[in-house]
């Protein structure tokens, strides 16, 4: 059985170790950064990406693949968007640790889902908010990635408040893992293997 680790004691708040254009509105930009991403990668792999307006459910996004023949129905997965600069993944490593900041979060990944599936996508950014972008002629080139991580059937013991989870550092959010998350919901295969 696949656990939710204990959370690590003694993170600063977010807005003690940010250094923020306006740290009024750090949080929102976070967000804003992570969508542009998300919309980024996706549209690269020739899918959708509908923001859900209200955070009901625990999901910030759903990706959506349209139908490759007109007959087929369309591939979709819904995401939940976590971004931090506390984290900084180590490639050597297997995984990094992300600690949600409410139990709720959690509880809505780790039930089991027919369809659509879920996933949990962290990205991670540097301290200093001028630096989690750059533009150059080749391109705008976005500090750090986001990681993704399937946490259904996940178990956390519902005493935490706010689980840890292992995000593993070989899923990174790109065009050919988005895909193979969505043909992997396709042929009805687990996504946490």
């Known amino acids: 059985m696949v656990r939710a680790i204990e959370p690590a004691d003694g993170r600063k708040p977010r807005a003690s170790h940010i250094e923020a254009v306006d740290s009024r509105h750090v949080t929102q930009m976070m967000e804003q950064l992570q969508q542009g991403y998300i919309k980024s990668v996706a549209a690269t792999a020739g899918l959708a990406v509908e923001i859900v307006p209200v955070d009901v459910y625990g999901y910030d996004v759903r990706l959506i693949r349209p139908p490759r023949d007109h007959m087929d129905e369309e591939s979709a997965v819904l995401a939940q968007l976590k971004c931090t600069t ?108």
């Not at 180590?90 to 640790?97: N, Q």
């Not at 301290?127 to 391109?139: I, L, N, P, S």
């Open 86 to 193: 506390q984290i900084v993944p180590d490639p050597s490593r297997e995984s990094f640790s992300y600690q949600f900041t409410k139990r709720q979060y959690f509880d809505h990944l780790v039930k089991p889902r027919k369809y659509p599936k879920a996933i949990l996508i962290v990205m991670t950014t540097p301290t200093r908010q001028a630096d989690w972008t750059k533009v150059t002629h080749d391109g705008l080139w976005t500090r750090r990635s986001c990681f993704w991580v399937s946490l259904e059937g996940v178990y956390a013991d519902p005493s935490v408040k706010k689980p840890s989870v292992r995000v593993p550092t070989r899923n990174r959010v790109d065009a050919n893992a988005l895909a193979n998350i969505l043909e992997k919901i396709d042929r009805g295969e687990p996504l946490n293997d």
